[in-house]
């Protein structure tokens, strides 16, 4: 089995690189996927989550409305460090999971996750793709999919590891700043080199 890391900073478009890796035959864990089920309502981090950041976080039917959340969690870099030691674990746990249960030893699995690296979940990958993206294009991304200012936008990148921090780290670097032709082009030539070896 070959494992993939799939990462980059938010809005650099690793939900759509992560795409192209599915449609050549990849299994793709979805770490903010798992995040949000790991806060559903009732759940022990849903919880651990109120009791640290209050009420005023949750939506009319009592579960945590994200956006609010971010509000909060992205006002500073201690509030970033809790919930972040609140979620990962679970959501680690979960992809460690996900990653045995896969029956078939010639799978190649791609882990998308923003914070692989800053959740020390190196060591589980085979390779790590980090997705890189000029700044513009980042925030226009981001206002366009969360429909959020742009203030906003840069405080969360900013909440991120540098991009120049994950470059070092990377085996191979997407450029998503083209067009989409351009992106699964250099996403190919990534997968012929990892699978075709």
Not at 120 to 144: G, P
Not at 147 to 176: G, H, P, T
Request: proline share 3%.
């Amino acid at each position: 089995m070959t494992v993939i890391g799939l990462t980059g900073s938010f809005g650099t478009g690793k939900t759509f690189v992560a795409s192209i890796f599915r449609s050549f035959g990849a299994r793709v864990i979805d770490a903010d996927v798992i995040a949000h089920r790991v806060i559903r309502k009732g759940s022990p981090a849903y919880k651990k989550i109120v009791e640290a950041f209050g009420h005023s976080i949750l939506g009319p039917f009592g579960h945590i409305n994200r956006g609010k959340l971010a509000s909060r969690v992205f006002a500073s870099p201690s509030k970033v460090a809790k919930i972040n030691s609140i979620v990962h674990p679970e959501v680690i746990r979960i992809i460690k999971a996900s990653i045995s249960a896969v029956a078939d030893k010639d799978a190649v699995v791609v882990v998308d996750a923003p914070l692989l690296i800053e959740a020390r979940l190196l060591n589980i990958v085979d390779k790590l793709v980090v997705v890189k993206s000029s700044k513009k294009r980042q925030t226009e991304r981001c206002i366009k999919k969360f429909q959020i200012k742009q203030a906003e936008v840069l405080k969360r990148i900013r909440s991120q590891m540098s991009m120049k921090r994950k470059l070092k780290m990377a085996d191979f670097v997407v450029k998503n700043d083209s067009t989409r032709s351009s992106t699964r082009r250099q996403v190919r030539k990534v997968w012929e080199e990892v699978v075709w070896k």
